[in-house]
């Protein structure tokens, strides 16, 4: 029987601005499974960052979580203190952050960050301690491991500190691990060689990966099942082959649609999704993705109900729901304009 590890119901997020509140995420409800891998996908803005920040409590002021709840092994997170945040936070969940310069203390050596974790969460003694980050450094593919924890992040390449965060986050066998946008700006070549670290991961422990990223390859190559986000909102979920292979959403579709087919040569004409993000100052009412949307209609105009279009597939359009398909025309008719 699958046993649920996390549960996120309706989770709301703001930031404050001058401007009034940035309504980052808009009410979104997922899980994941213990041992599996969930994509969480999205164009810059759609939320998926501030989503993860809030299952690690890392949401600082001016934002805040207004609603929802955050269950983590049907515990509410939200009602934890620091000190027990502290205790779980690098422990039982753990994140890698999208810049390793920015994570990494560029004052302290690599293997002194290394065994500060594996002393205050794990209780070894500093032999023991230096011995297993040793261990660490190996197993995410950096060689003369010992010479290694003596230097400093300056010392090491982006891929290579970005495997350091890794090792980190996997020193205490976490249940949970965060990764977010974990090959960005790396060459193709330490972006298979870390993308490797996550499938070894997944096939020999029962850590559960939530991987946020803008990179549907890299979303095929590794997870089991995916959520789509866009403007603050959960689009379309499923499993990777019903995303890839049977998109109900159109903006899912337009995201595959922009993407280089292998095989198809230097010549390919790639199909961008016109027209910009939502305001989440003023976020629409209806659709968000309704005045970039080719296949928007009038119903549009209103929230569309999450459906499950199969087993374990939901999508938040219209368009799978069959008793609004009957009145579809053009939205544009009804005088809400697409974007040029």
Not at 46 to 68: E, N
Not at 69 to 78: M, N, P, T, V
Request: aromatic residues 6%; glycine residues 8%; neutral net charge.
């Amino acid at each position: 029987m699958t046993e649920r590890l996390l549960s996120v119901d309706n989770l709301k997020v703001s930031f404050a601005t001058r401007d009034g509140d940035n309504q980052a995420v808009r009410g979104i409800s997922f899980h994941i499974d213990k041992g599996e891998t969930l994509g969480i996908v999205g164009e810059s803005g759609s939320g998926k960052s501030v989503t993860a920040r809030s299952i690690m409590s890392l949401i600082s002021s001016p934002g805040r979580i207004t609603d929802g709840s955050i269950q983590f092994r049907g515990q509410d997170c939200l009602t934890w203190s620091e000190k027990e945040w502290r205790k779980l936070r690098g422990n039982r969940i753990s994140m890698i952050f999208q810049d390793p310069m920015t994570s990494l203390n560029p004052l302290k050596r690599i293997g002194q960050q290394l065994t500060e974790v594996l002393r205050r969460h794990r209780g070894l003694d500093r032999q023991q301690a230096n011995n297993e980050a040793e261990r660490l450094l190996r197993e995410v593919g950096i060689s003369d491991a010992k010479t290694r924890l003596r230097q400093y992040p300056h010392e090491f390449s982006g891929g290579m500190r970005q495997r350091v965060m890794i090792a980190m986050a996997l020193s205490c066998q976490p249940d949970l691990l965060i990764a977010d946008e974990p090959t960005t700006a790396l060459d193709a070549t330490i972006q298979a060689q870390i993308l490797d670290l996550f499938k070894n991961l997944k096939q020999y422990s029962d850590t559960s990966i939530a991987l946020i990223t803008h990179d549907l390859g890299v979303v095929a190559q590794v997870c089991t099942r995916v959520i789509v986000m866009y403007g603050g909102l959960i689009m379309e979920e499923g499993r990777v082959e019903d995303i890839f292979y049977r998109p109900q959403h159109p903006y899912t579709k337009g995201l595959l649609g922009s993407l280089p087919q292998r095989g198809s040569g230097s010549r390919e004409r790639l199909v961008p999704i016109e027209g910009t993000p939502p305001n989440l100052l003023a976020p629409p009412s209806g659709c968000p993705f309704a005045e970039r949307c080719p296949q928007a209609f009038a119903r549009c105009a209103e929230m569309p109900p999450i459906v499950e279009t199969e087993k374990g597939h939901y999508s938040m359009c219209w368009l799978s729901h069959q008793a609004a398909t009957a009145d579809n025309h053009d939205l544009t008719s009804e005088g809400v304009e697409h974007n040029e």
